[in-house]
């Protein structure tokens, strides 16, 4: 679920919960209770979009009410079908995408996000002439009474489209971070699987202290949005073919084809199939917010007609140079790393020592007390849900940071794992605590190179220390063979008296919080152990996030 679609979703949910029509003051207000800091002129505009999709309708003067079919939508929206909607949808966007770039006409698929500062289109314009960006060829529109502009540009799902139209199947794989050094792309740094995601890809990576669009574009060095996708290798040259067209009427992007089997700026690819790397369709709307400017980003929103776009500017100049062809070490993505921390736990549930897994996080040494401060209020507001261990650690490479050590829920599987029963880390997600609590957010541990819950809190998505509204929690969905049930109850039932954060333990073909686990298992909700820290970064305290970070003896932490 994108940013934008989950603003939406929200708005829904309050409007059912009222009894007559509502006004955009009074959704905005609550809209900042949930977290989301979005102001009345947006709102106007997101209720705009509810309108004319049928979920909402206005009455009179009064405000707006939702409809059936908006009810409808909440009742559908449910996450464990989210995370295999965000692929399928990009799967139909590319087979809809019927573009004949010799004729110049068809249909695209588009990113169309909301702009509120007029001067942000020169930035548009400069990010676009530098190549950064799938197309030169824009739609611009003035939207309600406030100057907002709407600006369509061309989503980088084209090409995959354009491609299957040829008769050459491209695999949208990863969604992810590119760096660039002396204008050359180096490697990923990060990367999310298309497949079983509430969060669009490159959507969790959207904010501003994340890429550095605009220093790419005017230093040469810096990190951009970028998708990857693989063809089989025997359409490699054709594929080749089709870019040189798509680039002389103003469709590029294209950043690097590999060899057949070789490893793509940090991917591996198998045998038999080339690696594509395409810059991502929202590069040029990272470079606004990067500005500190406000935009509303939406990714693959639909399909137009190529024919209302048009070229915003006359032609582009790409910064870009080739990919240095030597050998890129392959990125390590998150499961591999933490299964050799998980199979190292060694802690014993009886004797309550041994090793676990902990996140240490690091801050100012001066912040330390206020911080500790922070974490015993939101373990006591909320024990249920909250893991109190910690332990502070110094930092070898700086003398004024200090490390706060928290418990990883990985550390579950890993006990488990030494007890002979098989865990599998699925999601790790953001957990809503209404009655029942639900996941409104889920990305799959397989696939990723970053942890979900630095994703969440990253884009500011938690509610861990709020007084107001219902509070959005870090947690983690783990799946277990049914026929090893009873004595992980068991288990599991021991750790949650010694202090670990056990939610939910579900039963086979249970839709548990909002999430399922496969036929033949069960699944378990556990709680993060970055819940204090999201507290901490909640109260605008500068914290660095880390985590899965290393072993530690539990015997060795300290409770709040």
Avoid at 143 to 156: A, H, P, R
Avoid at 169 to 184: A, F, M, R
Avoid at 300 to 308: G, L, N, V, Y
Avoid at 309 to 335: A, D, G, Q
Wanted: with cysteine; net charge negative.
């Amino acid at each position: 679920m994108s940013e934008s679609e989950h603003r939406m979703i929200e708005i829904l949910r309050i409007l059912n919960a009222q009894d007559k029509p509502t006004g955009s003051k009074l959704i905005a207000d609550e809209l900042k209770d949930k977290g989301f800091n979005l102001g009345e002129r947006a709102v106007r505009y997101h209720m705009q979009i509810l309108d004319e999709k049928g979920y909402t309708e206005r009455v009179g003067y009064s405000g707006r009410r939702i409809t059936n079919l908006g009810r409808e939508k909440l009742e559908k929206g449910l996450i464990y079908d989210q995370v295999d909607f965000i692929h399928s949808k990009f799967e139909e966007m590319i087979y809809l995408t019927d573009f004949n770039y010799m004729t110049q006409s068809g249909n695209v698929v588009v990113n169309t996000s909301t702009i509120y500062n007029k001067e942000s289109i020169d930035i548009l314009k400069e990010i676009i002439e530098s190549g950064l960006s799938v197309s030169r060829h824009v739609n611009l529109k003035e939207v309600g009474n406030d100057g907002e502009i709407e600006v369509t540009t061309l989503c980088g799902t084209t090409i995959d489209g354009i491609l299957l139209n040829e008769g050459i199947l491209s695999q949208p794989k990863y969604g992810g971070l590119l760096e660039i050094k002396n204008e050359h792309p180096v490697k990923f740094t990060e990367l999310i699987s298309y497949q079983k995601t509430s969060v669009t890809p490159l959507d969790a990576f959207t904010n501003t202290n994340q890429t550095s669009v605009l220093d790419v574009a005017t230093k040469g060095s810096g990190t951009i949005p970028a998708n990857f996708r693989l063809i089989p290798e025997i359409g490699r040259q054709k594929a080749i073919d089709i870019f040189s067209q798509l680039n002389k009427i103003g469709i590029g992007g294209i950043i690097d084809i590999s060899r057949p089997g070789e490893g793509n700026l940090g991917i591996p690819i198998p045998e038999g199939m080339v690696g594509i790397t395409v810059v991502g369709g929202i590069t040029p709307f990272c470079a606004i917010k990067e500005l500190g400017e406000e935009i509303d980003i939406r990714i693959a929103e639909e399909i137009r007609d190529f024919k209302t776009l048009s070229p915003i500017v006359e032609s582009t100049n790409p910064i870009l140079k080739p990919v240095n062809p030597r050998e890129h070490p392959h990125i390590p993505f998150m499961l591999s790393k933490s299964w050799n921390l998980i199979q190292q736990v060694d802690f014993d549930v009886e004797k309550r020592k041994g090793q676990i897994i902990a996140n240490v996080s690091y801050i100012n040494r001066d912040d330390l007390d206020s911080a500790l401060g922070i974490m015993e209020e939101t373990y006591n507001s909320n024990p249920k849900f909250i893991n109190p261990y910690y332990k502070l650690i110094d930092n070898p490479n700086d003398e004024n940071k200090i490390g706060i050590a928290t418990i990883c829920s990985l550390s579950i599987d890993g006990l488990l794992v030494n007890n002979g029963i098989k865990s599998n880390p699925i999601y790790g997600g953001l957990l809503e605590l209404t009655e029942p609590p639900l996941f409104i957010d889920l990305i799959s541990y397989n696939g990723t190179t970053v942890d979900p819950h630095k994703v969440f809190l990253s884009k500011n998505m938690t509610a861990i220390s709020s007084d107001n509204g219902t509070k959005k929690i870090l947690a983690s969905f783990k799946e277990i063979p049914y026929i090893a049930r009873n004595y992980a109850v068991h288990l599991l039932d021991i750790l949650k008296n010694t202090g670990f954060s056990i939610y939910k333990i579900g039963k086979p073909r249970e839709v548990t919080y909002n999430a399922k686990a496969d036929n033949y298992n069960f699944g378990i909700v556990a709680g993060s152990g970055l819940n204090t820290i999201g507290a901490i970064k909640e109260k605008g305290i500068d914290i660095e996030v880390k985590a899965i970070e290393k072993l530690i003896p539990f015997e060795e932490m300290g409770r709040l």
